[in-house]
């Protein structure tokens, strides 16, 4: 083989390379692009399912419906040593924070405590539908609300100041925000030693049990609640909320193994679907 031939196999090998390493990087780079984008526009679609869905509003209807035949229910047949009272969430079970959402998506950008703090200082969130007109309904009846959120301790006026705006009652000494060493789980527990609490309210299963504030794999996480389904449409009420919530940090967190629950190709590992070419 001659001198020009092996100077030319070299070219073409080094060139081969080269080929096969940008191609390489396009594809990976492509994956990761695809992959934002799918991310980007569920995003996008969750904001917007909330915000124009009649049938988003059928299902917050339908929740407090059930809250209020289960709070005639207790005044009716119920009976405790304990008085009685309503546990709530106040994100998306009474204010509908989709425009600070609708913020992200549109500006491509991730939460910050920053941004959520400029949101909620407006005190400019629209009701839930159905929330104040349950709320209102509980206060007739004289049973009382107490509201566990995890909003910071540092938002308690400016909530307090939106709810007041949307026409509901408010006592500043029933809403428990977010502080350092507590959960909602040991919020709900000192609550019980005083209260008997007949009805919680959320959009987050971590609203309910203990067990939730916990990082569940997405098996555990559906297995309980098959579990607790004699709960749910009782003393459990669950509100919609397709935006973020436990469902998604279960998506991005990984199991308690440490086994990824994610990978390059995104929520679509999580699809099921079905073989069309087995259908006549």
Same mark, same amino acid.
């Given at each position: 083989?001659?001198?020009?031939?092996?100077?030319?196999?070299?070219?073409?090998?080094?060139?081969?390379?080269?080929?096969?390493?940008?191609?390489?990087?396009?594809?990976?780079?492509?994956?990761?692009?695809?992959?934002?984008?799918?991310?980007?526009?569920?995003?996008?679609?969750?904001?917007?399912?909330?915000?124009?869905?009649?049938?988003?509003?059928?299902?917050?209807?339908?929740?407090?419906?059930?809250?209020?035949?289960?709070?005639?229910?207790?005044?009716?047949?119920?009976?405790?040593?304990?008085?009685?009272?309503?546990?709530?969430?106040?994100?998306?079970?009474?204010?509908? @924070?989709?425009?600070? $959402?609708? =913020?992200?998506? *549109?500006? +491509?950008?991730? &939460?910050?405590?920053?941004?959520?703090?400029?949101?909620?200082?407006?005190?400019?969130?629209?009701?839930?539908?159905?929330?104040?007109?349950?709320?209102?309904?509980?206060?007739?009846?004289?049973?009382?609300?107490?509201?566990?959120?995890?909003?910071?301790?540092?938002?308690?006026?400016?909530?307090?100041?939106?709810?007041?705006?949307?026409?509901?009652?408010?006592?500043?000494?029933?809403?428990?925000?977010?502080?350092?060493?507590?959960?909602?789980?040991?919020?709900?527990?000192?609550?019980?030693?005083?209260?008997?609490?007949?009805?919680?309210?959320?959009?987050?299963?971590?609203?309910?049990?203990?067990?939730?504030?916990?990082?569940?794999?997405?098996?555990?996480?559906?297995?309980?609640?098959?579990?607790?389904? @004699?709960?749910?449409? $009782?003393? =459990?009420?669950? *509100?919609? +909320?397709?935006? &973020?919530?436990?469902?998604?940090?279960?998506?991005?967190?990984?199991?308690?193994?440490?086994?990824?629950?994610?990978?390059?190709?995104?929520?679509?590992?999580?699809?099921?679907?079905?073989?069309?070419?087995?259908?006549?």
């Amino acid at each position: 083989m001659t001198k020009n031939n092996i100077t030319f196999l070299l070219i073409c090998l080094i060139s081969l390379s080269a080929c096969k390493s940008t191609s390489e990087i396009i594809s990976n780079n492509t994956a990761a692009s695809k992959n934002t984008v799918n991310v980007e526009m569920n995003s996008q679609q969750a904001v917007i399912w909330q915000q124009t869905s009649a049938e988003y509003v059928a299902l917050c209807h339908q929740a407090f419906n059930a809250a209020k035949k289960q709070l005639n229910y207790y005044n009716d047949f119920g009976s405790s040593d304990k008085p009685p009272i309503i546990v709530m969430d106040i994100d998306e079970t009474v204010l509908d @924070n989709s425009p600070y $959402n609708g =913020y992200l998506t *549109l500006n +491509n950008k991730e &939460y910050s405590e920053a941004s959520w703090r400029k949101w909620t200082s407006l005190s400019q969130a629209e009701a839930i539908p159905g929330a104040v007109k349950f709320i209102e309904y509980a206060s007739v009846t004289g049973i009382p609300i107490y509201y566990i959120s995890n909003r910071s301790d540092e938002d308690l006026q400016t909530t307090i100041q939106n709810m007041i705006d949307l026409g509901l009652p408010v006592n500043q000494d029933n809403f428990f925000l977010k502080q350092e060493g507590f959960t909602k789980s040991s919020i709900r527990d000192g609550l019980s030693k005083q209260f008997e609490i007949i009805l919680s309210i959320g959009d987050n299963l971590a609203d309910f049990e203990e067990v939730y504030e916990r990082q569940l794999g997405l098996k555990e996480r559906k297995d309980i609640a098959n579990s607790m389904g @004699n709960q749910f449409g $009782n003393k =459990y009420i669950i *509100l919609p +909320n397709v935006m &973020y919530g436990g469902w998604r940090d279960a998506l991005e967190n990984g199991e308690p193994s440490g086994v990824p629950q994610t990978d390059k190709e995104g929520d679509t590992k999580f699809l099921r679907s079905f073989d069309i070419d087995q259908a006549n």
